[in-house]
T-cell receptor, first 113, second 112 residues
Framework: NAGVTQTPKFQVLKTGQSMTLQCAQD?????MSWYRQDPGMGLRLIHY???????DQGEVPNGYNVSRSTTEDFPLRLLSAAPSQTSVYFC????????????FGQGTRLTVV | AQSVTQLGSHVSVSEGALVLLRCNYS??????LFWYVQYPNQGLQLLLK??????LVKGINGFEAEFKKSETSFHLTKPSAHMSDAAEYFC??????????FGQGTRLTINP
């Protein structure tokens, strides 16, 4: 089992460019989510999904889009990158958030210049 | 809405000393609570979780946490710190919701 796989690991974007961060899990988990991690702010939820075709916004959704066409994949799209989106992004998956362990990817370090 | 507050963004202890990392949550219904650890340049991994079965929860690497409803707390402890415990620790809460909410994190430094 690979668990949760995120690609790329590192990315540098210019302001205004768009890109997609990929996230895939092979554990048949229903729940998936995207977080961003910034110094002193912990992990903040961007978007989450409770199953294929179902997504919802988290705490900081502006500037990001998601879709969930399959159980395995949950890509995060940056529509027009801004320096404020410089961060480390983590994808996570779980059977259920209420009592099951959330498995995290290794993260994507994004710099917007 | 549920939330979690970690008291102290940075905790420093000597090797062999007690580790105490504080977490308080807000909730009007019984929560599910978690502690995660993040080593440098890695993702998060689960240390332990509270799901109402027992108030004292034991986790990996000698860590444990006690759920205290009256204090709305879920503090993480380890009797004797080891150099390998240096990392960032996150408390998280989920209350019959379909997402986790994390605290701000506490960076633990171990002094030799």
């Amino acid at each position: 089992n690979a668990g949760v796989t995120q690609t790329p690991k590192f990315q540098v974007l210019k302001t205004g460019q768009s890109m997609t961060l990929q996230c895939a899990q092979d554990m048949n988990h229903e729940y998936m989510s995207w977080y961003r991690q910034d110094p002193g702010m912990g992990l903040r939820l961007i978007h989450y999904s409770v199953g294929a075709g179902i997504t919802d916004q988290g705490e900081v959704p502006n500037g990001y889009n998601v879709s969930r066409s399959t159980t395995e994949d949950f890509p995060l799209r940056l529509l027009s990158a801004a320096p404020s989106q410089t961060s480390v992004y983590f994808c996570a998956s779980s059977d259920r958030w209420t009592s099951s362990e959330a498995f995290f990817g290794q993260g994507t370090r994004l710099t917007v210049v | 809405a549920q939330s979690v507050t970690q008291l102290g963004s940075h905790v420093s202890v000597s090797e062999g000393a007690l580790v105490l990392l504080r977490c308080n949550y807000s909730s009007s219904v019984p929560p599910y609570l978690f502690w995660y650890v993040q080593y440098p340049n890695q993702g998060l991994q689960l240390l332990l979780k509270y799901t109402s079965a027992a108030t004292l929860v034991k986790g990996i690497n000698g860590f444990e946490a006690e759920f205290k409803k009256s204090e709305t707390s879920f503090h993480l402890t380890k009797p004797s710190a080891h150099m390998s415990d240096a990392a960032e620790y996150f408390c998280a809460v989920s209350i019959r919701a379909q997402k986790l909410v994390f605290g701000q994190g506490t960076r633990l430094t171990i002094n030799p």
